[in-house]
C-alpha cells in the first residue's frame, strides 16, 4: 500500500495542476474521487483517456453542479473527503456553493485545496491565464533562452506542474499535519505565480550579490552562458547535454575528450568562454551522439545524450529502476519518488466521466432508489466503462 493508503480526495474536476496534483496523491495511495461535470470540459481537443496520464488512478462520477440535487450529492461526497481540490477561478465554487464556507460549514476539519494563475486575491485574481503568462510575470521566461534571441517557454513544467501542481500537494500535506494539532481544516491558496516565484529563489539570491546578470538571457552561469553548461550537436545531428561546473569534473571531460588544458585552467574566465565554446563544439562535431554517450556516460565528466521522449523510456538508467510502467498498453511515468516500505499499487487507466456515479453515490449514503432519481433526473449520469 502506498504511503497515503487511506487519504481521501475529492478532486473537483479542471485543468492543467488541478488533475497532476490529484494524480500525485493517486499515485502513494489516496483515494481520488474526480467530481466531473456531465459533459467534459477542457482545451477542445479530445484526448483519449488512455492517453490521459493526468487523469490516472482515480474514479469519477458525473453531477449537475448547478442544480440543488447535484450540489447536495457533490457536498455529502466532499463530507467524507479530508481534501478537496479545485482549480477554478476565484468566486466560482463559492457561486456554485460549494467553497470553503460552504464545505466548512458542514466539514471543519476540510483541507480546502485551491489551484489558480494568480491567486484568490490581487488585480489579476479573476484574470484568464495559462502556464506562459504566470511564469511571465514571475521573471522565469525572461531568464530562459539563447542570448540575443526571444524567451523560450519551458513546455508548461515551470508554472502548471512546478509551481502549481507541487506546491499545491506540499501545502495540503502541510496543512494535513498541522491538522493533527488543530483538528482544523484550512484553505491552501497554491496560486502559480507564488510558486515559480519560490522556485526563483536561488536566483533572486544571485541577483542581489552580483552573481547574475537579471538583464539579458544566456550569458550566466545556469542559463547557457558558461560553456560547460549547455548542449552541443554532435556528428549525427543530436545533442549532447553537458554540465561539469565544478572544476574537477571539468578537468575529468577536458582529459577524456582532449580538450586543451589553458581552458582547463582558465574554466571561469569569461573572457575566454567564446573561443573555449567553439572548442567544444568543434569535438563534439567529431563523433555521434552515442559514442559520445558511451564513452562519458556515467563519468565524472557530467555529460548525457539529449534523449526523445521514446529513448528516454528505453534507457538503462529507467529500465533498471521501472522508471516507466504500461497502463492499459500506454507507457507513462511511474509513481515517484518511491518508498522503500510503502509501495504504491499499480496506476490505474484514467476512468470514462461518470463511470463510478452509482458506486459513488452509494458510499455517499444514497440508497437504490434515490440513485436511480438523481440518475433519471439528470443531476447525475452513469456512463458505462469501454
Not at 184 to 195: H, K, S
Request: aromatic letters at 6%; a negative charge.
Amino acid at each position: 500500500m502506498g504511503p497515503l493508503h487511506g487519504l481521501r480526495v475529492v478532486e473537483l474536476a479542471s485543468i492543467g495542476p488541478g488533475p497532476m496534483c490529484a494524480m500525485l496523491l493517486a499515485d502513494l495511495g489516496a483515494d481520488v474521487v474526480r467530481i466531473d461535470r456531465l459533459e467534459p470540459s477542457g482545451l477542445g481537443v479530445a484526448l483519449d483517456k488512455r492517453n490521459d496520464v493526468a487523469a490516472r488512478s482515480r474514479r469519477s462520477i458525473a453531477l449537475d453542479l448547478k442544480g440543488a440535487a447535484g450540489r447536495e450529492a457533490a457536498l455529502r461526497l466532499i463530507d467524507r473527503a479530508d481534501v478537496l481540490i479545485e482549480g477554478w477561478r476565484p468566486g466560482v465554487a463559492e457561486r456554485l456553493g460549494l467553497g470553503p464556507a460552504d464545505c466548512h460549514a458542514r466539514h471543519p476539519g476540510l483541507v480546502f485545496g485551491r489551484m489558480t494563475g494568480f491567486g484568490q486575491t490581487g488585480p489579476l485574481a479573476h484574470a484568464a491565464g495559462h502556464d506562459i503568462n504566470y511564469i511571465a510575470l514571475t521573471g522565469a521566461l525572461h531568464a530562459i533562452g539563447p542570448a540575443g534571441g526571444a524567451p523560450v517557454p519551458p513546455l508548461n513544467l515551470v508554472g502548471d506542474y512546478g509551481g502549481g501542481a507541487l506546491y499545491l500537494a506540499f501545502g495540503v500535506m502541510a496543512a494535513l499535519f498541522e491538522r493533527q494539532r488543530s483538528g482544523r481544516g484550512q484553505v491552501v491558496d497554491a496560486a502559480m505565480v507564488d510558486g515559480v516565484a519560490s522556485l526563483m529563489s536561488l536566483f533572486h539570491g544571485l541577483a542581489a550579490g552580483g552573481g547574475w546578470d537579471a538583464s539579458q538571457r544566456g550569458a550566466n552561469l545556469l542559463d547557457g552562458g558558461a560553456p560547460f553548461y549547455g548542449t552541443y550537436e554532435t556528428a549525427d545531428g543530436r545533442w549532447l547535454a553537458i554540465g561539469p561546473l565544478e572544476p574537477k569534473f571539468f578537468a575529468d571531460l577536458a582529459g577524456r575528450i582532449g580538450l586543451e588544458a589553458r581552458f582547463v585552467q582558465r574554466q571561469y574566465d569569461r573572457r575566454l568562454w567564446p573561443e573555449m565554446r567553439e572548442a567544444l563544439a568543434v569535438i563534439f562535431r567529431t563523433r555521434p551522439r552515442d559514442e559520445w554517450a558511451q564513452l562519458l556516460e556515467g563519468t565524472d565528466a557530467c555529460v548525457a545524450p539529449v534523449l526523445t521522449l521514446a529513448e528516454a523510456r528505453e534507457h538503462p538508467q529507467a529500465v533498471q529502476r521501472q522508471g516507466f510502467v504500461p497502463v492499459d498498453g500506454v507507457p507513462q511515468p511511474a509513481p515517484a519518488p518511491r518508498f522503500d516500505r510503502s509501495r504504491p499499487e499499480a496506476p490505474r487507466p484514467a476512468p470514462d466521466i461518470g463511470e463510478h456515479t452509482r458506486e459513488l453515490l452509494a458510499e455517499a449514503g444514497y440508497a437504490p432508489g434515490e440513485i436511480a432519481v438523481l440518475l433519471a433526473d439528470g443531476a447525475a449520469r452513469q456512463t458505462m466503462p469501454e
